[in-house]
């Protein structure tokens, strides 16, 4: 358990803030690109706590400043686009992608007064369908070539949703291997059988589909490695006297975590705060060998939500569609055959901010531990003006911070920890696009 101090430290990200003035050194996603209309990109987003404004120039670049106006506090996500910019309708003033103010046509002609404007301005970029922002100080750094960034367009899917927690408890359910082994368990197969199920797949080697065997293999052996971009957690399952279940997940400091999905399929997922009692899991699907099906993975995720919120129609406010007729025959949690809403369910359940203070953690939850030490060292090397995991002060160090690498195998008892590296590296051979595992 943490103390009430810790956990306040470790989940408040709004401005000013220790914990948020350490995700704001990190690109964050702002947008899926697809939520901003071709007759008039501008969209008003919360991120971290700060009321924003995103929109797109005719030149096809973002700019992120202020939502409120910088003269009298009105709102610019009604602003007009105009000179690659966006214009105050109060009284004209013209802000640029930075949030410089251009233009105060109300002023005298020879006025020098927008000068020295200078409104709230992040830069953005874009990856693989997400709009990213960077919302800290200094210029921002570049990004790093894992591979949710690096895969091309057309091996890859973006989308998001909308859970109503604090964003830490969407990290750490995230990075718990041992809860698939029930939350995610079906009392008898899936029913479906349809592209883009994660849990559905049969694992390389077996006959089981990957929530049957994790479903019989409920007690994993966990350990967690340091890494240059977070965390590298292990589940191995002992299946028999002679083969193991390798599972390798990842966390990608300092709010996403990357899992493999199927045998040739990894999914990186942020959880970003809109402020400290919600926030958005932005996530980018890849497959190291096919391109994806784009129309049919957005047509499934669609089905589930609303727009232009993205909120699950399987909510806190409907008890998650709960069904004990289904819990008793199908499914382990009677909330339908999604996944990620019982993962929704896990985190929401919790209350708005998880208290920690009241918990028992046990040796199962060594991943969450192990992040809950690396997010408190970094809060305070980060106020203390030091690099953090996962940063890149240069291109070089950028280059370097590849992959991660995210598998599910089976190999023999005493060979996995050889073998593991080896699959990957095949899988990577074999791929159009993949670069060799550093």
Same mark, same amino acid.
């Given at each position: ?14 401005? /000013? ?5 350490? *995700? ?6 702002? &947008?899926?690109?697809? =939520? ?19 929109? /797109? &120039? ?18 610019? &996500? ?28 109300? =002023? ?31 210029? @921002? ?102 083969? /193991? ?51 049919? *993975? ?93 940063? &890149? ?34 899988? /990577? ?6 670069? =060799? @595992?550093?």
């Amino acid at each position: 358990m943490l103390s009430r101090e810790d956990n306040e430290l470790i989940t408040r990200t709004g401005p /000013r803030t220790p914990c948020g003035g350490l *995700l704001r050194a990190y690109w964050q996603p702002v &947008a899926l690109v697809t =939520e901003m209309p071709e007759e008039r990109p501008v969209k008003a987003v919360r991120l971290l706590g700060e009321d924003l404004v995103l929109f /797109r &120039a005719p030149d096809g670049d973002y700019g992120l400043i202020g939502r409120f106006c910088a003269h009298r506090g009105v709102d610019l &996500a009604f602003g007009r686009l105009e000179q690659g910019g966006l214009r105050c309708l109060y009284h004209g003033w013209l802000y640029d992608r930075d949030g410089q103010c251009l233009e105060q046509p109300a =002023e005298p002609e020879h006025s020098r007064f927008h000068t020295k404007i200078k409104h709230v301005g992040y830069p953005c970029a874009v990856r693989n369908g997400i709009v990213f922002g960077y919302l800290g100080g200094g210029d @921002p750094p570049p990004f790093p070539h894992y591979d949710c960034f690096t895969a091309p367009d057309e091996y890859t899917f973006a989308f998001k949703g909308l859970w109503e927690c604090n964003w830490l408890q969407g990290v750490e359910g995230g990075i718990d291997p041992s809860h698939v082994s029930f939350l995610h368990r079906f009392l008898r197969d899936d029913p479906r059988d349809t592209y883009g199920q994660q849990f559905r797949e049969e694992v390389e080697g077996t006959d089981q589909t990957l929530s049957s065997l994790v479903a019989e293999n409920f007690r994993p052996d966990i350990d967690v490695e340091p890494t240059e971009y977070g965390l590298r957690v292990f589940a191995i399952r002992a299946l028999d006297e002679v083969r /193991r279940h390798v599972r390798v997940t990842n966390l990608l400091f300092p709010n996403a975590f990357v899992v493999p999905f199927g045998n040739n399929k990894v999914f990186t997922q942020w959880h970003v705060p809109i402020d400290d009692f919600s926030h958005y899991w932005y996530m980018i699907l890849y497959d190291f060998e096919e391109h994806t099906d784009k129309k049919q *993975l957005l047509t499934q995720r669609l089905d589930g939500c609303t727009l232009p919120d993205y909120r699950p129609l399987r909510n806190r406010h409907n008890n998650w569609g709960f069904d004990a007729a289904e819990q008793a025959s199908l499914t382990y949690t009677g909330m339908g055959l999604d996944i990620n809403v019982h993962d929704q369910w896990a985190v929401e359940s919790m209350g708005p901010v998880q208290d920690r203070t009241v918990e028992h953690l046990g040796v199962s939850d060594r991943a969450v531990t192990a992040n809950r030490r690396l997010l408190l060292r970094a809060i305070t090397d980060h106020a203390a003006g030091k690099d953090t995991v996962g940063t &890149a002060p240069g291109e070089a160090a950028a280059r370097a911070l590849t992959g991660p690498e995210a598998v599910d195998m089976i190999a023999g008892v005493n060979e996995w920890p050889r073998r593991w590296r080896e699959h990957e590296a095949a899988r /990577r051979t074999r791929s159009p696009w993949a670069a =060799e @595992p550093r």
